[in-house]
């Protein structure tokens, strides 16, 4: 099993920064992908951005490029989440996952392990 908990999320105005921490425990495995999403009020979980775990290659959402920042400190076992810029519409429930794997995928469904959310809340 590997347990994820995410930190750092908060109240911000627009055009502010927030970091967001995403701390692994348990389970030790040799490739691993971390994903961030978030699910705006009222609407579905999308994909934010994600890391491998091995390569350090990211992906990110067209909404959030050059924004959001995602990277992972020497031990690899937490993942950052940095948003820059930041606007009304990033409002919303953050949550990081891990699969089992090389890939970054966009789609939430293909995740095994998930965090527990932090709310992040962006006034205009």
């Known amino acids: 099993q590997v347990q994820l908990a995410e930190s750092g999320g908060g109240m911000e105005q627009a055009g502010g920064s927030l970091r967001l921490s995403c701390a692994k425990s348990g389970r030790t495995v040799s490739g691993l992908s971390i994903g961030w999403f978030r699910r705006a009020p009222g609407k579905e979980r999308d994909f934010v951005g994600g890391?491998?775990?091995?390569?350090?290659?990211?992906l990110y959402a067209d909404s959030v490029k050059g924004r959001f920042t995602i990277s992972g400190n020497n031990a690899l076992e937490t993942v950052f989440l940095q948003m820059n810029n930041l606007k009304p519409e990033d409002t919303g429930v953050y949550y990081c996952?891990?699969?089992?794997?090389?890939?970054?995928?966009?789609?939430?469904?293909?995740?095994?392990?998930w965090g527990q959310g932090t709310q992040v809340t962006v006034s205009s």
């Open positions: 890391i491998n775990w091995v390569s350090g290659r990211t």
């Open positions: 996952a891990a699969l089992l794997g090389f890939a970054i995928e966009t789609r939430d469904y293909a995740y095994d392990y």
